[in-house]
């Protein structure tokens, strides 16, 4: 695992700028890193040694006739395949890593090489020659991948990089917030718009997409894209489809030549990936309050599958002690509270000296695993009534005050389009609308967020839709930039096998009715599952990662620590500061329950606070 970073334009002592850009992420490649500048490009790159830990496999790598120069940060799982047909065609290889696999596939391939690949990855390539540039990020997201377009010298220009904090090092990068992002992150709890960041100005490159880059102009095309289409299997066929897939791509996912481990919870997804990859060592986390501690779940497999297992408990000190260097790594606010014992996991598994690590993100977005992809008993009853009774009930009580059971009425009688917006509603909209500035109302509504992604899906069943808008927006959104950044931030690669092209494959073409079977979600994935694990496992519902920030703010020193940020100066700029602070001591006095709400507002003024006010005083 590595981090990249690079920009075009004509600008002298690239050297200088991009060493700084480097040491920004040298947390992403501590064993070693490297440059390559000219008059109109400058690339750097940051290197984790996973394969072939000799000097040959280390980057900026060229092609053969020195042309070509490949910045990369991922794995590609299947670039010995690529490498044999590249071989039988005459090409001549140095080492033994993806890396030279992907820049002689340029070569031979040209933009085709994406369509080849089986792997996570971001990577950039340079044409001296042409002086052009050509990038790519994987099909899920799994690798992040920003990109800032500026004006330098009365040329347009631009910069890329793995993480965003690499920017502030660029001399003609300009910090501002981005007025559009504030209020959708109330309601989605993460940077919700797939070409946006809380940074003015920074874009992500969409998953499943890739760039050109020539004479100051980008051009963005998509190459890949889910497709939900039920072939009509048996559930005995597609059982042995998911089995089979699950442990070939277990199976790539495990080649290093570093030791490696896996996450372990007491879900079925991360218990599945340990028992097909039996590793030496699995890692979980837990919490001081019994209820939120998933860890001895853990210990008790591992000690049905002979694997030693390490954990550790943490507490609300820990986790708040480290909001704003988490904030940081993240490099925008999100408030999803597993985030905070996913940095902890991940520190766990780097100090006992494994540095490659399996986890079962994935599973729930490609095989129904959520509770929501499910309708509940009240939802089922309503829906037994005419159709047109239940839509005219249903509008009526949108109008009406809040009463029991307005939410299950208002589910059972609109489209999933209306009222589905994924895992997390923190904030109504109108709500986010009330308690911000006037500043950072005019920006995108939820619909507008959420309608791109059911336009790609129109005419599916309900969970078809609710899986493509998962894994369009809370996967890519929430999801995988927790994995990677808390991850990295401790200089470990997080592998993810069920988010696999071919397991992709397999679960595009499984039908809705045995995704969701009497109640029980991700039913065709747990009787694939149930072959390697005990039945409490593979039967167990999931639970998350649930993280006690309703408890913490209800305790002095937290909600003090809250109202610290709650009540400074620059607060004013953001939200209306007596609504803010009534819903914390609300909280706090037992009056309602506000700790998701408290934590997304805390969240974007821990991480303002870092990037904008604790960034000038270090600087």
Known sequence: MCGIVGYFDNTSNKDIVIKKMMDRIIHRGPDMGDLYTDDSCGLGFRRLSIIDLSEAGSQPMYSADGTKVLVFNGEIYNYMDIKKDLLDKGYVFKSDTDSEVLIHGYTEYGTDIVNKLRGMYAFCIWDKVEKKAFGARDIFGIKPYYYYQYEVNGQKSMMIGSEIKSFLEHPEFKKEVNEKALKPYLTFQYSSQPDETFFKGVKRLRPGHYFTYQNGEMKIEKYWEVNFNDEKNTIEENIKRIQDVVDDSVRLHKHADVEFGSFLSGGIDSSYITSCLMPDKTFSIGFEQEKFDESTLAADLSKILGIENVRRTITGDDCLGKLSEIQYHMDEPQSNPSTLPLYFLSKLVRDNGVTVVLSGEGADEIFGGYEWYDIDAGQRKLRQLPGFILKQAAAIAKHLPEFHGKTTLLRAGRPVEETFIGEALIFEEDEAMDIVTDR???????????????????????????????????????????ADKMSMAHSLELRVPFLDKEVMKVGEKIGSDQKITNGTTKYVLRRAAQEKLPEEWFKRKKKGFPVPIRIWFTEEKHYNFVKEYFTADYVDQFFDKEKINKLLDDHYNGTINNARKIYTILVFLVWYKRYFIDEVAVN
């Open 440 to 482: 950072f109302k005019n920006s995108r509504s939820v619909r507008d967020i959420t309608k791109e992604v059911y336009d790609l899906v129109k005419g599916k069943d309900d969970v078809t839709k609710k899986q493509m808008l998962d894994i369009k927006l809370f996967m890519e959104g929430d999801i995988l930039q927790k």
